[in-house]
Structures are given as structure tokens and as C-alpha cells.
């Protein structure tokens, strides 16, 4: 990694003429000069010499000062139990800033709590001790502050609110040096303005430690961003195969206009250009500048590329705060001012911990983003700048201003992503889910922003193509007794696009006016889903066969197309019209209100007896005996007039989860439209309005409608 640069930002040239931008980047100088002032203040003023304690910071009001605070945690330091220190008075549940320091940082605690929680009274200020964790990462057992109840004389229920406060004697805080490794985690005060020695530090130990050889960007790549800003000069230069850079990953808010003049770069960009410099990199790679938004076909281009670039970042900046790009990064050219507060009462440091980071980025409008979601999953080391606190994690380890660094931080890692992106194929059904509750301002872009990721799945072993965000699994099966290994088996191609085919959407809508395909779930609004898990939904059995209609209306076949020496496949990813050869059905649309009762499918001697029907929508027909069957089935959006439909059947599960899932249609000019999806056709599942007589004995499958092989076209 190269030395971080310790000069000002040179002037730009007159091309770009970045006045307005240079005037509001503070220079690289004046951030650590007033880094050092910071440390200089705890060491005058608070800090009288080696094994001294700091002073107190202000003067505790009269009711705080007698409630005997330094005696009550000499006494408790050693208890495990909750001791009860006094009830909170009116002034801390107004909120109201207070000079009184014990009161400030109740205030602070308070203003943490739910609104589920009474603040009108019973609320009592306690004193424990106990681990100090987060997310399960920490282990150290220490004093806590922590907003309370009392049920009756024994009872105490803690935990009302995320915010607690560490407390410890004086010179146990390391202030002065929140970089200090030891056994033991220690608190630390967050400061106004952001440490870029110690962010320099978390990525140097992802450099260094052992089992970090995901976290880096290949050494040889095939592929690299096309341009790069480069932060010293502040121009848009050409990248090169060997340029290290940094990625911005940010929230584009509502368009004010149509200038993407560096002239005018939002705050969150300059910010992000002096955490470049000052982490030691010259490049940064922020889509607002690196791709030409007024020329569409270089804009397309990049967009499916995203994977090279975020994926090929050495670490990618995350802006997990404010709703638009003019908020900045906070502690950057503004301090921090959500930061939790220090004090030092008779003799005892009490250190306020941030609201949990993950829960931070949780609840961020960055993370509700659409484009976000693969900006995220793609990057191999993320650093995360929200109000309070900075948090940084890469595929093996976390990091947490809040806490003095230590290996022991990362001891049970779990991504903000829920686990970190993986090469295991069955891994994109999981990836589609999650992406389809986030949100998008331009409907248009919704397969673009997935694209990235699909990309990338496009390019593991085994390799995973899709054709407009269908996945079409690779003939191989999960081996349950080796984590991470594939079995090849004898599937087409043809069935493992019947696999990504199972996607169900919840409470869907019609994205209409937008070429976007019926078959595939970017077509619909709604949250996504799949009929079983996804190693059990890649069993799936499937003698379908697939061909891709080109723009010359001529069909290809799937299976062909894969089984070519070049395999240009991924030429035809966005493909908009599909054929499918299957088994199908016609069937009718029926609605069943609650209290309506049927007979289960399997009609025996044990078990003919009526049961209540699930009110919804039931795919029906009619058996020969004169009995009416139905199959309850998903229907996407409002389909205002009950009508004459067909069922495609995908194919068949067996085992547990043993199910024939399928493919509502409706007939539209030109072909076929999916409007819902089906999960079961076996008898167990069906009901059937009265019991029928046969003639002989009895099977199962006389209840199944008559089913016919057709080719049918799917738009």
C-alpha cells in the first residue's frame, strides 16, 4: 500500500477549474493538526502524567452529587448483580443538554430508548457489571452504566435501550493511544474528527494477518475500471491494470439537475477524496464521475461491470448516513456530532458506546438502496461511516472505533450482509430475496443494479449465466458432507433454468411500460421467494426444454447455445422472449373465501375428512366423477376478472419438500404472460369440493386434470 500523502491537494488545472470543490476540502495537513490538538487537550488538560487520574470534566449537580457515585462503583466492581442507584428525575426525561456530567450522559442514554418504553416513570439509573459485547465479538467483563426497571423490591429488568456506558478507573482508558493492542478489550472515546492513522491500521492487519487472501484484489487482472479520479490532480484519468483505488459507495438522493461537473461535487465526493489521500491511495472510483452519465452506451457498458470494479477496489468507502450525497462523511470535514459522550467523575472514566454499528447501517436510507445492495456484497473491505461511529470490515475480521484494536474484536465475525459473497452457486437465491426489498428511484434500473452480481456468479467454477436475472443453475449437485463442494451430475441446461424459474413474488405488481420480461422475477415489484431452501430447490428434476428467441425471431436452443466450443451464452442475457417445451394444463381462477371446507387430495378409509380451505386464489377444474379440484396458487398482482388460465409444470421435487412447482399463465396477444406460480399438483396437496366414486380401484392421480406436451411462447 502506498504512504499517505502528507502534502495539500495541488491545485487543479484549468480544465476542470475546481475552485468550488478545492474551498471545501480541508487539506490533509489541517485534519491531522487538528487530530493532534484533540490528543494534545486530553494530555494537558485531562492528563497530569503517567498512573494519574484524569480530572473531572465539570461539576455533578447537587442531586447527582449526593448520590455517593465513586463509592457506589468501588463497592459493585466486583458484583454481578444489578444494583440500583437512584430513579430518573424529570430533567433527564426531558432532554434537555445539561452542564451536569452525569446528567449529560443520562440524557444521552435516554434519548437511546425505544418509543416502546414508558418514560413517565419506574425508570431507575443502574450500575453492573458485566461482558461488554456486540454481535458477539467481545469478551471483556466490566463496570456498566445501564438505564433500568423494578419489579416490586427484587425483580430488575436491564437492557431498556442500545446505549450503556463503560466505566472504568481514570488511567484505564486509552485515550491516548486507541491503537494499543491488549489481551483484555479496552473502551475508547470516539472523537470529533476521524483517526486515519488508525484506519490505516485495520486494513495494514487485514494485510497482514494470516487467511486474508480473499480480502485482496488479484494481482493480475483480466479486467479494470475504465476511468479513475485521481485525487491528487482532481482529474479523470485513464485507469491502468496495475492502479490501486478506492470505491464510493453512496446514496444518489433526488437529481437536482443534469451537471456532473467536479465543479459542483457534492459533499459526500470531497469527503470521500480526502479519506483517499489520507489512507494512503491516490485513485477513487465514484460512478457520478467515472462514467459519462449523458452517454448511454458507455453507461451501459459500465454498469454491467460492476463487479470488476467494486470487487477489484482495495477498500470501498460507505456512506451509511444521511439521504443524499451533500451530507458528507461524518468526522471528515465536519465533526461528528451523534458522537457519544466521555466523562470523568470523581476519579472514574465513563465512556458512552455507540448505538450498535450494524444496527446503524441497518436502519440507514443507504441500505434500503437498490444499487447499494451489490456496491456492498461485491466489495472485499468495506469501512463504514455512519453519525456515531466508524466500523470496517473485510471477509475475515471487524473492526469498531468504539473498542481499542485487537484480534479478539473479530472472534465470531458475521457480515453486515449476513455473510460475506460467496462463489456457491445456490448462494444467488439468497442474493435475488434480499436485493428485492430494496429500493429504486428509476424502476427501469431494475435489473441493472443486480447486474454486478450476476456478473460476478457468471465468472466462479462452476459458473452460474442467467437470462434477464433468471439464474440457470449448473449441472451440479451441493455436496452436504463437504462445505463448499459440487457434484457434477447429468442435468441440461434446460432444467436449470426451470430451477431459477421457482421465484414467487410477494404481493407482486406488473412492471409494465418497461420491457422488462413476465417470466422473470424483474418484472414484478414485491419481495422475492423461492418454493423450499436452496439446497433442496437445486434437486429439482426437470425434462423441459428451453430455446431463446432472438430480435430475428429465431429460436436458439439453451442447451446449445451452452454445449458450443465459445458457450455465447452471455450474449443473450438479456433476452426478452423465451419458448418452453413442458407438461400443462388448462385450469380455471377461483377465489375461496374463509369457512369454506373441501376434502384432502388422498381420498382413502382414513383420510376422507373435510377440512377448512385456506382463504386465496385456487387454480380449478373438474374431475370426471363430476367433483370440483382445487390447487391453491400464488396470483401475482390484481387480476380483475376470474378466467381460463394454464399451468406450466417447472418440474419435480422430491423428498421433504416433494412438490411439482409451476407456472401460472394467461394468454396475451403474441403469447403467454406469467401472472402467479403454483407449488403443488400432487394429490396430497389438492382439495376436492365432495368425495367421487370410481369405478375399480382407486389411484391418486385419477384427481390430476388431463396434461398435454405443448411449446408455449413467454413474454
Request: glycine share 6%; proline share 5%; net charge neutral.
Amino acid at each position: 500500500m502506498p504512504e499517505a500523502s502528507k502534502t495539500q491537494l495541488p491545485k487543479s488545472p484549468a480544465l476542470l477549474q475546481y475552485h468550488s470543490f478545492r474551498e471545501n476540502v480541508n487539506p490533509i495537513n489541517d485534519h491531522h493538526n487538528r487530530i493532534d490538538n484533540m490528543r494534545t487537550r486530553f494530555q494537558t488538560a485531562n492528563h497530569e502524567g503517567p498512573g494519574s487520574d484524569l480530572q473531572d470534566d465539570g461539576v455533578l449537580c447537587t442531586d447527582c452529587a449526593s448520590y455517593g457515585i465513586a463509592e457506589i462503583f468501588s463497592n459493585i466492581e466486583n458484583s454481578s448483580k444489578t444494583k440500583v442507584i437512584f430513579e430518573l428525575r424529570n430533567e433527564h426525561l426531558r432532554l434537555e443538554k445539561s452542564p451536569c456530567p452525569l446528567c449529560d450522559i443520562i440524557i444521552w442514554m435516554v434519548q437511546g430508548m425505544p418509543a416502546s418504553v414508558r418514560r413517565d416513570k419506574y425508570i431507575f439509573m443502574g450500575v453492573r457489571t458485566s461482558f461488554l459485547g456486540r454481535n458477539g465479538m467481545y469478551d471483556l467483563e466490566c463496570l456498566q452504566l445501564t438505564l433500568c426497571t423494578r419489579d416490586g423490591l427484587s425483580h430488575i429488568s436491564t437492557g431498556l435501550g442500545p446505549r450503556f456506558v463503560a466505566i472504568t478507573k481514570s488511567q484505564r482508558l486509552l485515550r491516548l493511544n486507541p491503537m494499543m493492542r491488549s489481551r483484555q478489550l479496552q473502551p475508547v472515546e470516539i472523537l470529533e474528527l476521524v483517526d486515519y492513522e488508525r484506519m490505516k491500521r485495520w486494513l495494514r492487519s487485514c494485510d497482514q494477518l494470516f487467511g486474508h487472501k480473499a480480502c485482496k484484489p488479484c494481482k493480475v487482472r483480466r479486467k479494470w475500471p475504465t476511468k479513475l479520479l485521481d485525487c491528487q490532480s482532481l482529474k479523470i484519468v485513464k485507469a491502468q491494470p496495475s492502479s490501486t483505488y478506492v470505491a464510493l459507495s453512496y446514496v444518489w438522493g433526488q437529481p437536482q439537475d443534469n451537471s456532473f461537473s467536479l465543479q459542483d461535487a457534492p459533499a459526500t465526493i470531497r469527503d470521500a477524496v480526502e479519506v483517499t489521500l489520507n489512507i494512503g491511495y491516490r485513485y477513487l472510483w465514484v460512478d457520478r464521475y467515472c462514467i459519462d452519465q449523458n452517454h448511454s452506451a458507455e453507461r451501459d457498458t459500465e454498469i454491467q461491470q460492476m463487479s470488476r470494479i467494486y470487487n477489484g477496489a482495495s477498500l470501498t468507502v460507505i456512506a451509511a448516513a444521511g439521504s443524499d450525497p451533500d451530507y458528507g462523511l461524518p468526522g471528515v470535514s465536519k465533526p461528528r456530532k451523534q458522537r457519544p459522550p466521555a466523562k470523568t467523575i470523581s476519579g472514574w472514566s465513563m465512556t458512552g458506546f455507540p448505538d450498535n454499528p450494524c444496527e446503524l447501517i441497518q436502519s440507514s436510507v443507504w441500505i434500503s438502496r437498490a444499487w447499494t445492495y451489490q456496491e456492498s456484497l461485491l466489495s472485499k473491505r468495506r469501512l463504514y461511516f455512519t453519525d456515531q461511529v466508524l466500523y470496517f470490515e473485510c471477509q475475515s475480521i471487524a473492526y469498531e472505533e468504539s473498542f481499542a484494536d485487537s484480534n479478539s474484536t473479530c472472534a465470531r465475525f458475521t457480515s453486515i450482509n449476513g455473510q460475506s459473497l460467496a462463489v456457491y452457486p445456490h448462494e444467488i437465491f439468497r442474493y435475488i430475496s434480499n436485493y428485492s426489498e430494496r429500493q429504486l428511484t428509476y424502476e427501469s434500473d431494475y435489473l441493472n443494479a443486480f447486474l454486478g452480481i450476476l456478473g460476478y456468479m457468471a465468472e466462479t467454477n462452476p459458473a452460474l449465466y442467467h437470462l434477464s436475472g433468471v439464474p440457470i443453475f449448473p449441472p451440479v449437485r451441493y455436496d452436504r458432507h463437504k462445505k463448499g463442494s459440487y457434484t457434477r451430475i447429468d442435468r441440461s441446461y434446460d432444467g436449470g433454468l426451470m430451477i431459477g424459474m421457482t421465484w414467487k413474488v410477494k404481493d407482486g405488481e406488473r412492471r409494465r411500460g418497461l420491457d422488462l420480461p413476465s417470466w422473470s422475477w424483474v418484472g414484478w415489484k414485491g419481495t422475492i421467494g423461492w418454493p423450499c431452501s436452496p439446497r433442496d430447490l437445486i434437486e429439482m428434476r426437470s425434462n423441459n426444454k428451453a430455446w431463446i428467441e432472438n430480435a430475428a425471431g429465431e429460436l436458439l436452443s439453451l442447451q446449445d447455445l451452452y454445449e458450443r466450443p465459445d458457450s455465447p451464452i452471455g450474449d443473450y442475457n438479456l433476452c426478452k422472449v423465451i419458448h418452453i417445451e413442458s407438461t400443462v394444463f388448462e385450469v380455471e381462477l377461483a377465489h375461496i373465501d374463509q369457512g369454506s371446507f373441501a376434502y384432502r387430495g388422498v381420498i382413502d378409509s382414513k383420510h376422507n375428512l373435510r377440512v377448512e380451505m385456506v382463504s386465496g386464489h385456487y387454480a380449478a377444474w373438474n374431475h370426471s366423477s363430476g367433483a370440483r379440484v382445487y390447487a391453491q396458487v400464488d396470483v401475482y398482482g390484481a387480476i380483475q376478472q376470474p378466467g381460463n388460465f394454464k399451468i406450466l409444470i417447472l418440474g419435480r421435487l422430491d423428498g421433504f419438500y416433494a412438490s411439482t412447482p409451476g407456472k401460472l399463465l394467461r394468454e396475451i396477444p403474441g403469447g403467454y404472460e406469467v401472472v402467479g406460480h403454483i407449488d403443488n399438483t400432487i394429490p396430497a396437496k389438492l382439495f376436492v369440493s365432495s368425495l367421487p366414486v370410481f369405478e375399480g380401484k382407486y389411484n391418486n392421480q385419477m384427481l390430476l386434470p388431463d396434461m398435454v406436451k405443448e411449446q408455449v411462447r413467454l413474454l
